[in-house]
């Protein structure tokens, strides 16, 4: 489903502030994987999603999607495959925009547009259906601006625009960061409901260990650019945070166990 091969990315090539975000990297997963991926600020976790979704090109190596190379593919090609969720939920709408304009331009993501009617009757009648299982009210509000919504209500928005034409990948950055413990677990649910109903092949990076053991089928740790630590079955099934712990403790010293981001 998804094949990197010996990524490498560099970030200011060959000046003092020079990166080496991902170090020969090579990763693959399954249709319908659902990865949680962790590891401590600088480990190249946003580096990896940037490199699926086309925010840059790779230094070297390749990267293919459903058999396709897509290594120089740009990210506005890759959107007929991927859809994103970021951790600021203003990124994932547009606020000017109503409810209902942003929906319909969710469910023309990577087609071609032509003149006509933006949001036909039809379109509104799929968009309160598909609102009204937020139980957030919404369903009534299709004429409001995003922006007058509550960080939690744009997330859950962007979370039903990301799969409202289901895609192939979906990548989640931190994308319950911003958000209160409440509204958190709330985004979280639905999270899961979607990728177990779509049967979605997801990445999720987050740097709470409770919810990268609690969620999806495999669990991946990044550090320095690498990938030091892969669990999936029986292996993470039985995981608990004082294991992932030790594992850390054995993988990378204190270095990386005293990382406090890591202990949410």
């Known amino acids: 489903m998804i094949a990197l091969d010996k990524i490498i990315k560099y970030f200011h090539k060959g000046s003092v502030n020079e990166v080496f975000a991902l170090n020969n990297l090579s990763l693959s997963i399954a249709e319908g994987d659902f990865v949680t991926v962790i590891g401590s600020n600088g480990a190249g976790k946003s580096t990896l999603l940037n490199c699926i979704a086309g925010g840059f090109f790779p230094d070297s190596g390749t990267i293919s999607i459903s058999g396709h190379d897509v290594s120089n593919w740009p990210e506005h090609k890759r959107a007929r495959f991927i859809a994103r969720v970021f951790q600021d939920p203003l990124l994932g709408t547009c606020p000017s925009a109503t409810i ?16 006509g009617p933006g949001v036909k009757a039809a379109d509104r009648i799929r968009f309160r259906r598909e609102l009204a299982q937020l139980g957030l009210g919404l369903e009534e509000r299709l004429l409001d601006k995003v922006g007058l919504l509550s960080g939690g209500q744009r997330q859950a928005l962007t979370m039903l625009m990301a799969t409202m034409i289901r895609p192939e990948v979906l990548l989640l950055d ?3 960061a911003a958000l209160d413990p409440k509204t958190a677990n709330q985004i979280l649910q639905l999270t899961h409901d979607i990728v177990r109903q779509q049967g979605l092949t997801t990445l999720m990076i987050t740097h709470n260990m409770k919810h990268a053991i609690a969620f999806g089928n495999r669990l991946i740790m990044l550090h320095q650019g690498r990938i030091i630590l892969d669990l999936s079955g029986p292996a993470k099934d039985n995981l608990t945070v004082a294991d992932l712990l030790a594992q850390f403790y054995k993988t990378q010293g204190e270095e990386l166990a005293l990382d406090s981001l890591l202990l949410g």
Not at 100 to 115: D, S
């Open 100 to 115: 209902e304009q942003n929906m319909a331009l969710a469910i023309r993501r990577g087609m071609r547009r032509g003149l």
């Open 174 to 176: 931190e994308h319950i």
